[in-house]
């Protein structure tokens, strides 16, 4: 028996065991090694047996060089031996000729490696022996990964969740920002009444309203609500690419489709699909999508397999289909397939009620997410934001909020942080391109009186009701401007 110096696991190069009866075949394979590995020899399979007994108590050795022909025993049955007491020992037979039914033998019953023949290339057997230690630094890197996945599987469950619940909590139809005389508060009461029941819904409503809000409150308030909710917008890719994310592809299904790709119709199993803005889509495209929702299966790209998924499809979109429908625009079959349910979100200016809780839920928000202190709203803000028009709807009120959070100095947000669109037509009272005279009555100096409160009051609020800078802007004397603030009703009298 051959041992290194140092018994010791510690060691810098890896470890391997030779058992070959023949000294000199031994003292050649331990010198063609022993510069790139650490070299235990044995003459025996009980030597080899009684080395390994010894240091793999600390796992040392990573792959045993058996001969095939010794004695008292062949290396497939030593290596078999050492297979059932070390499986991740990478097994190596050194043999002086090919039998067809000892390989076969020796890869089903000893696990073995790799057969090389003797007379052996000292470069052949060193890459070898290389390439085995490799495959046994991967078993353990692998094992390792696999117990740390088993071991993190219960916390990423529960963190999953736990996100989950998160979500449920933060879409359900409670946490829709309403007053009691809302207009959506008929869509909330109808999402409540439909959620429970497998029907495709179709939402309408212009950009920003919240037309996915609603989505996901009906997904949360389902059976459906702890599988996934997957959303695409429709609108935002050509049908090639929008046929590939929705269905998947297979591998070599096109040019660049290097591997298998799980499409969101099979991501949303057991779920809900959202599809967005699928009034953009091209008649071609919608045939494809009508007979995946008439037969509950399609094809991904380049498969001849039907996949079959279990998918809710509530869809949306801000163009009148109904009209689309008549032109020839939307498939008329597709388009009663996905309305069977049909819901309108109401646009921001005809919900002027919620404004004020709207904003004050977005300002907390806007607050929390750029790590700000905000009190509140300066007096007239609230009265400036009401006013304008909200062509971008909750989406471009939430942006505006957003900028004056960050554009803020102190606790409160005045007018003076307000955009310029705001101001030019919330504050005045006029939309872009309107006569500030309409609305106005009387003679001309009624009239005249009534534009200059417009004047005023919008003055004020763009400076946050600082007189000073107000009336430096319009031209007065800071007495002179407080005198028509009175009269006007604007501010009391001292």
Known sequence: MSLPASHS????????????????????????????????????????????????????????????????????????????????????????????????????????????????????????LQRAAEVWRLQQENQ?????????????????????????????????????????????????????????????????????????????????????????????????????????????????????RVGLFQQADGGTLFLDEIGETSPAFQVKLLRALQEGEFR?????????????????????????????????????????????????????MDLPLLAGRLLESSARSLGKRIDGFADGVLEALAAYDWPGNVRELQNEILRMVALADGPLLDAGLLSPRVLRTGLAGAAPGEDWTEGLSGNLKARMEQLEMRVLKAAMLRHGGNKSRAARELGLSRVGLRAKLVRHGLEAAA
């Open 9 to 128: 696991c510690l060691r810098r190069l890896p470890a391997v065991l030779v058992v070959d009866d023949e000294l000199r075949s031994q003292e050649a394979v331990r010198r063609t090694l022993e510069e790139d590995f650490e070299v235990f020899c044995a003459s025996s399979a009980a030597e080899g047996m009684e080395i390994l007994e010894s240091e793999q108590s600390t796992g040392c050795i990573r792959v045993v060089l058996c001969d095939q022909r010794m004695p008292e025993t062949t290396g497939v049955q030593f290596l078999k031996e050492v297979r059932a007491r070390w499986p991740d020992v990478v097994r190596i037979i050194l043999s002086g000729y090919t039998d067809a039914e000892d390989i076969i033998t020796g890869v089903n019953e000893a696990g073995i490696w790799q057969y090389l023949l003797k007379p052996w290339q000292p470069e052949q057997l060193l890459l070898t």
């Open 144 to 260: 390792r990964l696999s117990l740390d996945l088993r071991t993190a599987e219960p916390v990423l469950k529960k963190r999953v969740d736990n996100k989950r619940e998160k979500l449920r909590n933060s879409f359900e139809l409670a946490n829709i920002v309403r007053s009691e005389k809302s207009p959506l508060n008929a869509v909330c009461d109808l999402v409540e009444r439909i959620a429970p029941y497998d029907l495709s819904v179709m939402v309408t409503g212009e950009s920003g309203t919240g037309k996915e809000m609603i989505a996901r409150a009906i997904h949360y308030e389902s059976a459906r609500a702890t599988r996934p909710f997957i959303t695409e917008n429709c609108g935002a890719l050509p049908d090639t690419l929008l046929e590939s994310e929705l269905f998947g592809y297979k591998r070599g299904a096109f040019t660049g489709a290097v591997e298998d």
């Open 300 to 352: 991904p790209l380049g498969s001849n397999r039907a996949v079959t998924v279990d998918v809710r499809v509530i869809a949306a979109t801000n163009r009148d289909l109904e009209a689309d429908v008549h032109s020839g625009r939307f498939r008329e079959d597709l388009y009663y397939r996905l309305a069977t349910i049909a819901l309108h979100v109401p646009p921001l200016r005809q919900r002027a």
